[in-house]
């Protein structure tokens, strides 16, 4: 069961990276910012919600580390197997990244969606921001997943995930909106774009961490609450 774990890990984040990073690749300079901002947006949050669907019965579909690290410290995975599932989710970045590399035209790859922060930014500002989107999102997938509580949720919890994703990337796109380390990861391999990459896996990493514990501690299910 733990090989068909990691394997759906490896996958689904391969398949994520695979087409996200085609996301707002354009030659046609008169296309808006603003227009692609919402396509990525879009693109990242409707093909998580799938890749979940796909792989959420056997993985959880976590495909993001810091997702891995939120459910750690949430009490619902082993050390071990959360440090495999790490393993699988980079190696399905690096290849997913390698195939974008080449499935891309030259004039329109452009720095392959590597992850930079605006310019105007501070670093401090950039781990704020990633921190706290990846907060939320974590704190989405805990809930939905949650077993515990007498009503799953609204719908389809894929598509509650997916919906958070685009939220936080329309409202922070502009300034920075990775919320997934290997999502960074991959295009900074192929492009060797290394600009403050650190804060994209610190500030997703802390995030999920500071989300599972105070949902594991804070806003768990209990049925004392009734």
Known sequence: M???QLFAEFLGTFLYLSITLLAGLTSNNSVSFHSLVVVTALSNGFLVAS???VT????GGHINPAVTVGVLASGRMKIAKGILYIGAQILGSLLGA????GISEITTRGNLGATIPYNGLRVDQVFGLEFLMT???VSVVLSVSDTNKPVAGLGSGALAIGISIVACQSSALFYSASLNPVRSLGP???MNIWTHHWVFWIGPL???LCAGLIYRFMLVYNSDML
């Open 51 to 53: 890749i979940i669907q």
């Open 98 to 101: 390698f195939v974008a590399y």
């Open 56 to 59: 959420g019965h056997i993985s």
């Open 135 to 137: 907060f939320i999102l």
């Open 206 to 208: 802390l995030g999920g």
């Open 188 to 190: 900074a391999v192929m």
């Open 2 to 4: 733990v090989l068909k």
